[in-house]
Each structure stands twice: as C-alpha cells, then as structure tokens.
C-alpha cells in the first residue's frame, strides 16, 4: 500500500487516519506527544510478497486490485518462494508476479522434517498427469487453482497421517476470515482516502 494506516486512541474512540492531526477529530483537543494515553500503532496492510512467503497458499487478485468483483488466483509458494499453481496451460511455477497477496502459512516452522519434505511433496505433486492439460482441462468450477491448491495440502495431510479437509471446512477456516481482514482493510483505506479520519467507538 501507498501510505501506512495509523491508529491512536482518544476520547474513548479508535481513531484511524494517514498522518497524526493536531487536534482529535472528534473532540477538537489536542492530540500530539503527552496528550495521548498510548503511543499510535501502525496497522500491518493484509497484504504480503508471496516470493518471500516459503509454505504458504496465496491468494492474489488477477487484477491486482482485489476489489468485490476482482478475480482471485490460488498457489501454494515453495520453500524458495517458486509458486506453483494450475491454470489453463496447465501448472505454472512463477518465481515472480506474487508481489501483491495474501499469503496463509501452511507448515509451522518447527516442523522442519516437513519442511525438508516440502518441495519433493510439490514437484511429485504437481507432476501427476490430473495437472497435465493433455490429459485432464482446466475447468473453472470443478478442476481449477483452487482444485490444486486444496488437493496438494491434503495430500501433505495424508502422508502426514492426518485427516483431509473438505472444501467447505478450509474455505471457512483458512480463507474467509482472511479476505474478510482484507475486505475491512481496504474498506477502512478508502474511507481515509475520502474523509482523512474515521472514528470506531472504544465504549
């Protein structure tokens, strides 16, 4: 993101904005150095290089925008940051165009025999003829980069000795409070763009 989204608490109101003003938007008093009762924080944009995101799934919007329309594209990101993912000329690995995503960690970084094993899980998995466009089509509703993403981690699952996950589950527990924390973010960014400060009632 352009510009970093602060946040300062005063008159009993979270009060978010681009730059720290003089005065508190919402009482008129003076706000700068001592005034405040806790130091501004800078909020972290949702939004991370998914080159530098070794394990992870990513999510990236084709047009970079992630608006409510935009199209989203899945991978899953090597312990490089090589991202593998499936598209209608068949499995891609992009060491570049990730630099703009939403990236979820999928390997916790104690697990480092898994993490040893990551890469070799993908390449076999990425080689099996269900990705090879000759023998199966990339099909948008049922056999799609989402298909991959999913059908890869359970099958890390799998060899882990864990049970599988159903679509409906790890779209509810990995994906949607995700995109809902980017959904808020880029709500809140605009809202700053167009009215400098917005006020959420601490009470």
């Known amino acids: 993101m352009e510009r970093s989204v602060l946040c300062f608490s ?10 720290l003003p003089a005065e508190c938007p919402s009482c008129g008093e003076e706000v700068g150095g001592h005034h405040l ?18 394990c992870c799934l990513l999510i990236t919007a084709v047009d970079r925008d992630f608006s409510d329309s935009s199209e989203l594209h899945t991978g899953i990101s090597d312990t490089s940051g090589v991202v593998y993912n499936y598209t209608c000329a068949g499995v891609l690995r992009d060491t570049s165009g990730w630099q703009h995503c939403v990236s979820i960690p999928l390997v916790r970084p104690d697990r480092f025999s898994l993490l040893a094993q990551w890469d070799q899980y993908l390449q076999t998995f990425s080689s099996k003829p269900m990705w090879d466009t000759t023998w199966h089509s990339f099909h948008a509703d049922n056999h799609n980069c989402f298909s991959f993403c999913l059908q890869f ?12 996950l159903s679509q409906e589950v790890f779209i509810q527990t ?3 409070p995700r995109m809902t924390r980017v959904s808020k973010f880029l709500r809140l960014y605009a809202h700053l763009h167009a009215h400098q400060y917005y006020l959420e009632d601490r009470r």
Do not use: W, Y
Not at 40 to 51: Q, R, W
Not at 153 to 164: F, H, K, L, T
């Open 10 to 19: 005063h008159c009993d109101s979270n009060i978010f904005c681009f730059q």
């Open 37 to 54: 009762q806790e130091a501004p924080v800078s909020l972290p944009p949702p939004f991370t290089d998914g080159h530098k995101s070794s």
């Open 153 to 164: 981690i359970n099958s890390v699952m799998q060899a882990e000795g864990r049970q599988p």
């Open 174 to 176: 990995f994906i949607l």
